[in-house]
């Protein structure tokens, strides 16, 4: 009340001399300015808060999830957030390695369930280095070194001496997860468990002139392959659908492809799963890749792995941070801290960070919406009176708290390190088309994120759509989307 009174009385002040407009308007952006530093401390101020009830309530959680877990399935589950968790890690034999110097970041050495083989695994340090934010704030932390550390050499040593059999992989979902026939039918057969589920919009037998060609399309983090078949599948013209194969894969650990307990859904495993499931099951030889958010990792690595086969790149909302030299040694717990700030404001801000920073509370989270699918699903038909469309219910729940919790700190975190690598590659090493979109009121990941990618790029086509976010830069604007992909798809022909 002072501050504006203030204001009023200098504003009355300067109506009389000629420069009063410009001295007023000066004024106004300061009270602005001052607004915004005041809305800034405040957010800062309850997110400590906030975030330090939850740092406890995690801690709680822990022992309450152990508890029942035990009490229902008889058995332990363990977690990054204990001293076990770090010199086991989850199921099955694991052991933390050094990294070697021409590949960077944590490794470890796991006892693959199905055979004797020991697998060497990407994982992100951000999985067990999460300090609370009362540690974070007294005292900066970096990576810590694991507590377990084992040379590739003694790993290899100890191979043939692990007498315990190991377990078949388990197919049955956890008492927290859903059961139904969505979300764990890839369990029926054992074949549909070694391939992901993969939607086929391929043209009709007497299609139109020309050879076909193949497109891959990869949705992002805790999404499906509804996010494009229900978008710009049926938006695409009659020729696309005559002249275009079109596959839209359920990455490993969503919707309707397989949720394996034992998977630490590494950058390794889901690419693995998009060779065997689309380009190697359809002989793929050549074709376009079109990715969302943390799919358009997976599509830089499958780019990078095959650069003679990808004729065109479009990745929508890549989620690249430039890491700072100074930062280079922890570049996941740079990239953490950027995609999930621990702030209340803005709300899906604070919705990344409860994801990302606790596990618990996330699991709890997705035994809430994720196990319920099909209530939330069925509310939202009777509120809408069934005028809205559905799929997101299914694109955004149907998955397991173990296959969202890692693929987000292995691949979005975890990738920190190597997109550079993946960027330079399709830089100066690929010829393929390289379009880029992004959505200006993106509040999840900034336009910056694509801007940086195109300033790695130079030859990379980016657009940038006013008043879309994240879920709208496709969602209500799928005609003109696909429009896009066709030109970029012909051009690639040219």
Known sequence: ?????????????????????????????????????????????????????????????????????????????????????????????????????????????????????????????????????????????????????????????????IDRPPRPPRQAPCWSDCDCKVCHSWSAASRSSSHLYVHVQAPPPSGGEGAVEDVVFIHGFISSSVFWTETVFPAFSAAARGRYRMYAVDLLGFGRSPKPADSLYTLREHVEMIERSVLQRYRL????????????????????????????????????????????????????????????????????????????????????????????????????????RTFLIEAFMCHTHNAAWHTLHNIICGSAAKMDTYLDVVSDQLACKVALFHGRDDELLPVECTLAVGARVPRARVTVYDRKDHITIIVGQEKLFAAELEAIWRSADD
């Open 285 to 388: 030889r050549s074709f376009h890749v079109v990715a969302h958010s943390l799919g358009s990792v997976l599509a830089l690595a499958l780019a990078v792995k095959y650069p003679g086969a990808v004729k065109s790149l479009t990745l929508l909302a890549p989620p690249y941070f430039p890491v700072p030299k100074e930062e280079a040694g922890a570049a996941t717990q740079y990239v953490m801290r950027r995609v999930a700030p621990r702030r209340v404001w803005p709300p899906i801000a604070f919705g990344a960070s409860m994801a990302c920073w606790y596990e618990h509370v996330s699991r709890t989270i997705c035994l809430t919406i994720c196990r319920h699918h099909r209530v939330w699903d069925r509310l939202f038909r009777i509120f809408t009176r069934n005028r809205m």
């Open 1 to 161: 009340m002072h501050i504006a009174t203030c204001v009023w009385q200098e504003k009355a002040a300067a109506m009389g001399s000629s420069g009063g407009k410009g001295e007023w308007a000066g004024r106004r952006v300061s009270v602005v300015a001052l607004l915004a530093a005041a809305g800034g401390a405040l957010n800062c101020a309850v997110s400590f808060v906030v975030f330090s009830l939850l740092d406890v309530l995690d801690m709680v959680l822990c022992l309450v999830y152990k508890l029942v877990d035990y009490a229902v399935e008889a058995e332990w589950k363990a977690c990054y957030c204990t001293a076990a968790a770090r010199e086991g890690g989850g199921a099955g034999p694991r052991i933390f390695v050094p990294p070697a110097a021409a590949a960077p970041g944590p490794k470890v050495v796991r006892l693959s369930a199905s055979s004797a083989k020991m697998q060497l695994e990407d994982v992100s340090d951000t999985l067990y280095v999460r300090p609370s934010l009362l540690a974070d704030a007294t005292k900066k932390a970096g990576p810590a070194a694991p507590t377990l550390t084992v040379s590739p050499a003694i790993a290899e040593m100890i191979r043939g001496k």
